[in-house]
């Protein structure tokens, strides 16, 4: 399966343009003879200069898949996912790394307005529905001003309706925008990096194990205390794991 994965190194309408600065090529060019180690030192030095994109994320995740480190892989595919959530070819390679886990979790089964409203908001980041929003509210006063210019009966009814089209459509994309912004804050996913841990039932080390994970697999963070995270799984198992064995994916 790894012999197969689609690589993309040189980016590629669908993911979001990548820093273009002489670092980011250098480590390209690292990356397409094979030198993945320097790639990863020449991207990460991108990232700590303050800079990302999901391109940036998507590479680093195709260097450490080619080193064959599953967890770091996951980690920037799922980060570049967060910034390019419609992607196909983050998608694609994050499934190739997805195989390659130990864990087979499931997933609860939805009911079809959730399913239905979850690719409603999940078409668009917020901050995409938020400019969606703030561009149909300019044609809205575009239009109302062409309403009152218009000298034909015919161009004024067309402009005032088209201007109440353009509200309401403002006002709806508005509220897709908060929906998105306020399920964006509630979801709080973050990657196991330990080759096999056991999940506790209660925050420390005394108390039962509730189940074993190991390493990439992904997890939602819903509560903490001092330095364990309460985790739960896409199948409502929850336990209590130690922060030095995850990393939080929205860590940007």
């Known amino acids: 399966m790894k012999n ?3 690589i993309f190194l040189l980016l590629f309408g669908g993911i979001a343009t990548a820093q273009d600065t002489p670092v980011f090529e250098q480590a390209t ?6 030198a993945y180690e320097k790639a990863i030192d020449l991207y990460t030095s991108i990232l700590e200069d303050g800079q990302h994109s999901a391109a940036l994320y998507y590479n680093l995740g195709n260097s450490y898949y080619k080193l064959n480190d ?3 892989s996951i980690y920037f595919y799922e980060k570049a996912l967060l910034l390019a ?3 196909a070819e983050i998608k694609n ?3 190739y790394a997805q195989q390659m886990t130990l864990d087979a979790i499931d997933t609860l089964p939805e009911t079809g307005l959730a399913r239905f409203y979850k690719k409603i908001t999940n078409a668009l980041s917020f901050d995409q ?3 969606t929003a703030v561009a149909f509210m300019f044609l809205f006063v575009l239009l109302y001003i062409l309403f009152y210019y ?3 009966s015919s161009r004024k009814r067309w402009a005032f309706i088209g201007s109440l089209v353009c509200l309401f459509t403002s006002l709806v994309t508005l509220a897709f925008a ?4 306020e399920d964006f804050n509630a979801d709080r996913p973050a990657i196991i990096f330990a080759d096999e841990i056991e999940i506790q039932a209660e925050p420390n080390a005394a108390s039962d194990a509730v189940f074993v994970l190991h390493a990439g697999t992904k997890v939602n963070i819903v509560e903490e205390l001092n330095d364990w995270k309460k985790i739960m799984l896409t199948d409502g198992k929850t336990g209590w794991v130690s922060a030095e064995h995850l990393k939080i994916l929205k860590d940007f």
């Open 85 to 87: 959530p419609n992607d």
């Open 29 to 34: 060019t690292a990356y397409n003879e094979a």
């Open 4 to 6: 197969s994965i689609v």
């Open 70 to 72: 599953i967890p770091n």
């Open 178 to 181: 908060y929906i998105a912004y």
């Open 150 to 152: 218009f000298r034909y």
């Open 129 to 131: 529905w938020a400019y």
């Open 93 to 95: 390679n994050l499934g």
